[in-house]
């Protein structure tokens, strides 16, 4: 009994849709904006944290050692920089591997290459490539370094700081968030208002059935479903057309977001592949909420059963 009931409300569900065709249209197609608004909004996201990690791992501080100092001496201030809680990674670079990364930097440029054949020995020292947990433990790190002890083996520090530029992406990121969200509650609010009005121009043109079934004795709620199961109708039906147009365009960009950012970390096809059901189960469980609320409150304002 239970089954041939469902199969009645759904039957007169997509009934209704096929008669009221160019609302349901318009309704749907108000939802996948939502939803696409929605998952640019997601994908800016997503890219701005991967453009944040990218500029983050390239801040540290380049510590020079003098030509003359010995490795040990070096070794010793590794393991005194790997001592402070405000360091993530050291990175030993030795005079003759720092010599070659030299020579490969100004391959091109033959009065450099020239100077350094006329030079006996290496005149350069060892490095050391310090990263820190935080951009600020970079000034206490630089600190450290000031002891006498050490001073006077280094040649030079190096802070590369790219602060302003990480500020500068989290101002965007930020200012495309509220701006996405903002467009996406207009969307919504479009949304609640065209399923309102989808929904009392469905009452409407059932007005007639929905008059014989109260003479026939049909419950309220075998009247009221339809429009519920209706709603849900749309809601899937959005949800499957965006996710249509999202996971392709993913993959689409992919290549140009991986040229862009120089990382195979901007794997913006992949992070949809991974969080597929998340995503969009989430989209659909939103969509879905909406449309039921819509549907409650036309149901309860026009519906008089």
């Known amino acids: 009994m239970i089954l041939v009931t469902a199969a009645r409300v759904i039957g007169t569900a997509a009934r209704s849709l096929k008669r009221n065709i160019w609302l349901t249209l318009a309704t749907v197609s108000v939802l996948i904006l939502t939803l696409v608004s929605a998952n640019m909004l997601l994908a800016l996201n997503v890219l701005g944290k991967v453009a944040l990690s990218a500029v983050r791992a390239k801040v540290d501080v380049s510590v020079y050692f003098t030509p003359e100092t010995e490795e040990n001496r070096v070794q010793t201030v590794k393991i005194f920089l790997l001592s402070l809680p405000e360091v993530k990674d050291v990175e030993y670079v030795s005079a003759a591997r720092a010599l070659e990364r030299f020579s490969d930097l100004h391959k091109n440029d033959d009065d450099v290459l020239a100077s350094l054949g006329e030079l006996e020995g290496n005149p350069l020292g060892a490095t050391l490539i310090v990263k820190a947990r935080s951009l600020d433990a970079y000034p206490r790190i630089m600190s450290a370094l000031e002891q006498p002890s050490y001073a006077s083996v280094i040649e030079a520090k190096n802070f590369d700081d790219r602060r302003s530029v990480i500020e500068r992406i989290e101002t965007v990121s930020h200012r495309i968030e509220n701006g996405g969200i903002a467009v996406s509650l207009l969307f919504l609010f479009i949304a609640l208002l065209i399923v309102l009005n989808t929904i009392r121009m469905s009452i409407y043109s059932r007005r007639d059935e929905i008059a014989i079934m109260r003479l026939v004795g049909a419950s309220d709620g075998f009247i009221r479903a339809p429009f519920y199961v209706e ?52 989209q659909l469980g939103a969509t879905a909420g909406l449309g039921l609320l819509a549907t409650k409150i036309a149901t309860s304002r026009y519906l008089k059963v």
């Open 231 to 282: 709603a849900l109708l749309w809601s899937l039906l959005a949800v499957v057309v965006a996710g249509a147009i999202v996971m392709p365009a993913a993959h689409f960009a992919q290549p140009f977001l991986q040229s862009f950012f120089g990382t195979s970390g901007a794997d913006l096809a992949g992070f949809y592949r991974v969080n597929f059901l998340r995503v969009f189960g989430l």
